[in-house]
């Protein structure tokens, strides 16, 4: 199986409500990264924690890391129509070079 | 400063002709990805670059496909005698430096199709 892979595979809601992504990794990690990709568009980088830390905010979005579960999540808040989008979860490994290790990704629909 | 730009975004081959792909860095950026997007897939690391230099081509298959990011000019990704497996999206992105937390900038992508 493979690094970084998120839950929900989809996940639909209104505007206005929370949005909640996971992400599980398995080898050991330098950083996470969260990116959005919007339908047949690259990739755009949303957040990046690093290993020693715990929780990060930008903007409307909150992000968790726990190491001892090998997991992250990503929050968005007060979502909007325009936040529909596929987010995917990327790991940087502690050894080797700072390729990212991408998940399958969670594709968010946010309805008006 | 221009993004990290792909051309041609879609391209069309048919099985067994060659494809090239061109991934022009963001200005100062001297190192370079490239990743593959199957369909509903994430992204699967293919080949790390810098110039002149292979750094790491683990996730690229062992035949038909090359990399290469010369001196003067864009990187090329290659696929010679594409098969209809090849359809993908094919992302590149660059970094300014090797560092692990250095913000990788990523391309719109070039959509190829093999009929």
């Known amino acids: 199986s493979q690094q970084g892979e998120e839950d929900p595979q989809a996940l639909s809601i209104q505007e206005g409500e929370n949005a909640t992504m996971n992400c599980s990794y398995k080898t050991s990690i330098n950083n996470l990264q969260w990116y959005r990709q919007n339908s047949g568009r690259g990739l755009v980088h949303l957040i990046l924690?690093?290993?020693?830390?715990r929780e990060k905010h930008s903007g409307r979005l909150r992000v968790t890391l726990d190491t001892s579960k090998k997991s992250s999540s990503l929050l968005i808040t007060a979502s909007r129509a325009a936040d529909t989008a596929s987010y995917f979860c990327a790991t940087v490994r502690n050894s080797g070079y700072s390729t990212l290790t991408f998940g399958k990704g969670t594709m968010l629909l946010v309805s008006p | 400063n221009a993004g990290v730009m792909q051309n041609p975004r879609h391209l069309v081959r048919r099985r067994g002709q060659e494809a090239r792909l061109r991934c022009s860095p963001m200005k100062g950026h001297s190192h370079v990805y490239w990743y593959r997007q199957l369909p509903e897939e994430g992204l699967k690391f293919m080949v790390y670059l810098q110039k002149e230099n292979i750094i790491d081509e683990s996730g690229m298959p062992k035949e038909r496909f090359s990399a290469e990011f010369p001196k003067e000019g864009p990187s090329i990704l290659r696929i010679q005698q594409v098969v209809r497996g090849d359809s993908a999206a094919y992302f590149c992105?660059?970094?300014?430096?090797?560092?692990?937390?250095?913000?990788?900038?990523f391309g719109q992508g070039t959509r190829l199709t093999v009929v």
């Open positions: 924690i690093r290993s020693n830390e």
């Open positions: 992105a660059s970094s300014p430096s090797t560092g692990k937390r250095a913000e990788a900038f």
